[in-house]
């Protein structure tokens, strides 16, 4: 652990400074988000702030430098609705795989991408598998771990068959972020019907919701949303550490 300056982002820091904390702690943090609808409660932006806001605050308990965060995910099944913007899946797993390239060259031993959009995770896994034949850098990638746990022990409802989009859990992390950018008053409840050859083929979550919320969000609160950020950020701490020492 090092002591802190002024930012862990690198966009508001320079050459030097950046340099200066990689001699100290060379690890980086990419947050991997989304830009994607999430109900008429919440912006688009929902997986990219989390995304980011726990980077920032895994990186203030480890000295990890916060690299951008990317906004852009594999975000097929709300490709119709406005203001979606989806990236091919094998897209996103180069765009890793640039970032960890990059990094590499000026001495970062360990990155870490922290993702805030299920449908990024096989990018992530591909990313990483590819990496270990082309790099010596050290990736690690996490999603909210141990999450069945966690949504058993804090969370008063259901999941829609494990998937977790604009519920209860997500806006009760953006309650505890963000809450300007929530509208209680516009949370729903919906589950929708589970078509027999969902998952099977080109069906898609956009053409089955009415609401875009899975689960309900009307249970959400912000004393969730906080005790959620701190069993994330201390499980993705003790992940990152163990992963540095084994460098």
């Not at 320079?14 to 340099?19: A, F, G, I, K």
């Not at 069945?148 to 969370?155: A, C, S, T, Y």
């Not at 078509?195 to 919320?213: A, T």
Request: hydrophobic share 40%; net charge negative.
């Amino acid at each position: 652990m090092i002591q802190l300056k002024q930012t862990n982002e690198i966009l508001y820091m320079t050459r030097d400074d950046v340099q200066e904390r990689i001699t100290e702690f060379p690890v980086a943090i990419l947050p991997l988000g989304a830009t994607e609808q999430h109900g008429h409660h919440m912006p688009l932006g929902v997986d990219t702030i989390l995304a980011h806001e726990l980077s920032k605050k895994v990186a203030d308990k480890t000295g990890a430098l916060v690299l951008p965060p990317m906004p852009f995910g594999y975000s097929w099944v709300w490709r119709d609705i406005a203001g979606t913007i989806s990236l091919q899946q094998h897209h996103v797993e180069m765009i890793i795989k640039d970032v960890a390239h990059s990094v590499e060259r000026y001495g970062i031993k360990l990155l870490v991408v922290i993702n805030g959009h299920d449908a990024n995770k096989a990018s992530m896994k591909y990313a990483v598998r590819e990496l270990v034949d082309e790099s010596d850098l050290k990736v690690i990638y996490l999603f909210y771990p141990e999450m069945d746990e966690v949504l058993d022990e804090l969370m008063e409802t259901p999941t829609w068959h494990g998937m977790i989009h604009a519920c209860e859990f997500e806006t009760s992390l953006m309650l505890a972020v963000k809450p300007d950018l929530v509208d209680m008053d516009k949370a729903v409840k919906e589950y929708p019907t589970k078509d027999n050859l969902y998952g099977k083929s080109s069906m898609s979550l956009g053409n089955i919701s009415k609401s875009g919320v899975f689960g309900n969000s009307t249970k959400a609160t912000k004393e969730k949303g906080q005790k959620l950020l701190k069993i994330f950020v201390d499980k993705m701490v003790a992940n990152i550490m163990q992963a540095y020492k084994e460098i």
